[in-house]
C-alpha cells in the first residue's frame, strides 16, 4: 500500500481497515494512491458556508475509486461514498477547496464530493492523483465523456502519457472489472496484448477459449464488452461459430459506442439478438464506422427485427456490406428490412454485397426493391437463396444492371409459367462470373435449356456455374452430357448431391471443356458405379487430360470409391502438382 500524502492521516490500525476494505475490489490490486482525513460534504452550499459544520472523513484515491468513510464506518468496512473516477464530470472549487462532481448512475442527478483540506498542495495533489487516473482508464473516450475545469485553480495536465498495449485496454478491462466487481481475466488481457504484439486489428475470438460458455475459463462477456466499447486500436470484430448467451448483448453493447470498427461478423452462433442491437446503431453518440455487417446463422427476436430495420433506415453513411444469411426472419420482419432500404437510399445504393438468403421474402416488397435494381452501381454480389421470392418478378429487373458478378437463386421455387423466364434471362444477363442454380428442380429440357443459354451468352465468360441438388443423373443423359460440349466458358461446375448415373458420369467426364479448373461431384456417385471400372477409368483420363485442373471434388462416395482411386493411381497419383484430388 502506497501513501504519499501525510503519515499521520491515519493510524495503524485505520489503514489496515483501508487495506481490507480496498482488496474487495478485484481491479484495485490492493493499490491506495492517496489518502487524507478531510472536511467532507456533499451539498456545495454547505461547502461554501464558514460557518457551516463540515463532518470529518477519510478520503482514499484507488486506481479506479474515490472512496470517503467515516470513523464509524470504516470500522463496519463500509463507506459514506464511493466513486468512479471514469464518471467525473467536472473539476471545480479553489485555494483550499475541491468539489468534484460525477455522472450520476441510470438517469440520476449527479454525485458531488465537496473536499477541504487544511493545505492548498494537497488539495492539488489529489486533484493530480485523479486526474491521471481519469486520462489513463478512460483512453478513447470520446471528448464529450472527458470533464471540464470550472474555476478552478486546478490545471490541465500537460505530461507526456503513454497508453497501455492495444489502446489502454488493459487499464481500462480493469477498471470495468472493479465497477462490476468482476474478476479480472489475465487471459483476456493476455489474448489482446498479443494481438497487439502481432500488429493485428483483427479482433477474431472464435479460437480464444475463454469465449465459449462451454469452457471452465469462461471471461465475463459483458465486463469484456464495456472495456471495448471506447477502444480504437481494432478495426473489426468477428465471432463464428460460438455458444453463449451473451453473444448478442457483447456486439450490441461494443456498437453503442465504438467509433473505430468498420467490419463486424457473426456468424452461425448460438445466440439472440434482440432490439438492443438496433437500438445501439441508432444511439451511437459517434456515429459509427461500420461498413460491413454480417450476422448469419443467428436468432432474431420479433423486436430486434424491428429495431434493425429502424436502424438501417437511419444509417448514417454508406454500407457495402450487408448480410442477414440464415436468419429464419419472417415475411414480416423482412418487409421491415427491405422497406428500410427504400426509406434510406444514401446507405441502399451504396451496398456492394447482399445476402438475405434463408429469410422469408415472400411478399411483395422485395419485388418492389429490386425494380430500382439499375439505380445500384456498386451492387456486385447478390443472394436470396432459400427466401421463397417471386424470382420470376425478380430476374426481368436484374437484367437492368451490369454490376452484379455473383447471384445465388438457389432452393428457391419456380412456378411453371417462369421457367422461359430463366432461360431468357441466363441467355441475356451481363458480366456474371458466379451463377448459383443449387436445389431448383432443374432437370430434362428446363436444364438443357438452362446450360445453352449460359454456354451461348456471349457476356460470361471463366463462369462458376453451381447446379447442386438438382436431381441431375438418370434423365436425357445423352442431350445433358452432350450440352456440356459447347460449355467453353465454364470453368468451375458443382454438380454435388445429384443421383449420377453410371452413363452420365462417364458421358459428362467426356464432355467438359479442356479448361474445366474446378469440378464438384461430392455425394454423386452411387454405391454400385463406385466400384465400376469404367466410371474409375474415365476419372484417371479426366485428370490426365485436363492439366489446369485444381481440384475434383468426390468426397461422400461409397467405401469401394477411395480404394479403387488408390489402386489405379497409385501412391501418391500421378497428376500434374497443381491438381488437388479429395476423396
Not at 498542495?121 to 471528448?143: D, H, S, W
Request: include cysteine; hydrophobic fraction near 40%.
Amino acid at each position: 500500500v502506497f501513501y504519499p500524502s501525510m503519515a499521520h492521516a491515519l493510524s495503524p490500525k485505520e489503514r489496515t481497515l483501508v487495506d481490507t476494505y480496498v482488496t474487495r475490489f478485484p481491479g484495485d490490486d490492493t493499490k491506495v494512491l492517496f489518502c487524507e482525513t478531510v472536511e467532507f460534504a456533499t451539498d456545495p452550499d454547505t461547502h461554501t458556508k464558514k460557518s457551516s459544520k463540515k463532518d470529518k472523513r477519510v478520503v482514499a484515491v484507488t486506481p479506479y475509486r474515490l472512496l470517503v468513510w467515516g470513523k464509524s464506518k470504516l470500522k463496519k468496512l463500509s463507506s459514506d461514498g464511493n466513486y468512479f473516477i471514469s464518471d467525473l464530470k467536472e473539476i471545480a472549487g479553489s485555494g483550499k477547496k475541491l468539489i468534484l462532481r460525477f455522472r450520476g448512475q441510470q438517469g440520476k442527478p449527479p454525485n458531488i464530493a465537496c473536499i477541504t483540506m487544511g493545505k492548498v498542495q494537497n488539495i492539488l495533489k489529489l486533484a493530480t492523483v485523479i486526474q491521471e487516473r481519469f486520462r489513463v482508464i478512460t483512453v478513447g473516450y470520446p471528448k464529450s465523456s472527458v470533464y471540464r475545469l470550472a474555476n478552478s485553480d486546478v490545471s490541465d495536465l500537460t505530461t507526456p502519457f503513454s497508453p497501455s498495449k492495444a489502446s489502454g485496454f488493459s487499464d481500462v478491462y480493469r477498471d470495468w472489472s472493479d465497477q462490476r466487481m468482476s474478476a479480472v481475466s489475465s487471459d483476456v488481457i493476455m489474448f489482446i496484448e498479443d494481438l497487439f504484439d502481432a500488429n493485428d486489428t483483427d479482433l477474431v475470438l472464435t479460437e480464444f477459449p475463454c469465449i465459449s460458455s462451454r469452457s471452465e475459463l469462461t471471461a465475463d462477456l459483458v465486463t469484456f464488452s464495456h472495456a471495448l466499447k471506447h477502444n480504437t486500436y481494432f478495426k473489426s470484430l468477428e465471432i463464428r461459430g460460438l455458444e453463449h448467451k451473451d453473444l448478442g448483448f457483447f456486439v450490441s453493447n461494443i456498437v453503442r459506442r465504438n467509433r473505430a470498427l468498420t467490419k463486424i461478423a457473426v456468424a452461425k452462433c448460438v445466440t439472440e439478438f434482440t432490439e438492443f442491437f438496433g437500438e445501439s446503431l441508432i444511439r451511437n453518440e459517434t456515429k459509427h464506422k461500420l461498413s460491413l455487417v454480417v450476422v448469419t446463422g443467428c436468432k432474431w427476436t420479433p423486436k430486434g427485427v424491428t429495431s434493425l430495420a429502424l436502424a438501417l433506415s437511419q444509417f448514417p453513411h454508406g454500407l457495402s456490406v450487408l448480410s442477414l444469411k440464415d436468419s429464419n426472419i419472417p415475411a414480416a420482419g423482412m418487409d421491415e428490412i427491405v422497406t428500410s432500404f427504400r426509406q434510406n437510399w444514401g446507405t441502399s445504393l451504396t451496398f456492394e454485397a447482399l445476402d438475405l438468403s434463408g429469410n422469408n421474402l415472400q411478399g411483395e416488397i422485395f419485388g418492389k426493391f429490386i425494380k430500382d435494381i439499375r439505380a445500384f452501381g456498386r451492387l456486385r454480389r447478390l443472394a436470396v437463396s432459400a427466401t421463397n421470392c417471386q424470382l420470376g418478378v425478380v430476374l426481368p429487373s436484374l437484367l437492368l444492371t451490369t454490376t452484379i458478378t455473383y447471384l445465388d437463386l438457389s432452393h428457391n421455387k419456380f412456378e411453371k409459367q417462369y421457367e422461359d423466364t430463366l432461360v431468357h434471362f441466363l441467355d441475356s444477363v451481363q458480366n456474371l462470373s458466379v451463377i448459383r442454380l443449387g436445389g431448383l428442380n432443374l432437370n430434362g429440357e428446363w436444364l438443357v435449356g438452362c446450360l445453352q443459354a449460359i454456354f451461348r451468352n456471349p457476356n460470361l465468360a471463366n463462369v462458376s456455374l453451381d447446379l447442386s441438388e438438382n436431381g441431375i443423373g438418370s434423365k436425357m443423359i445423352h442431350e445433358i452430357t452432350g450440352t456440356f460440349k459447347a460449355g467453353q466458358n465454364v470453368a468451375h461446375l458443382d454438380l454435388s448431391d445429384n443421383p449420377l448415373s453410371q452413363d452420365f458420369t462417364v458421358n459428362l467426364l467426356k464432355s467438359l471443356s479442356s479448361s474445366m479448373k474446378w469440378l464438384g461431384l461430392n455425394r454423386s456417385l452411387r454405391s454400385a458405379d463406385a466400384v465400376d471400372e469404367s466410371v474409375v477409368l474415365s476419372l484417371a483420363a479426366f485428370v490426365a487430360s485436363h492439366v489446369s485442373l485444381e481440384y475434383l471434388g468426390l468426397r461422400g462416395g461409397k467405401d469401394a470409391l477411395g480404394p479403387n482411386l488408390a489402386r489405379l493411381f497409385g501412391s501418391p497419383p500421378p497428376v500434374p502438382s497443381s491438381n488437388t484430388l479429395l476423396c
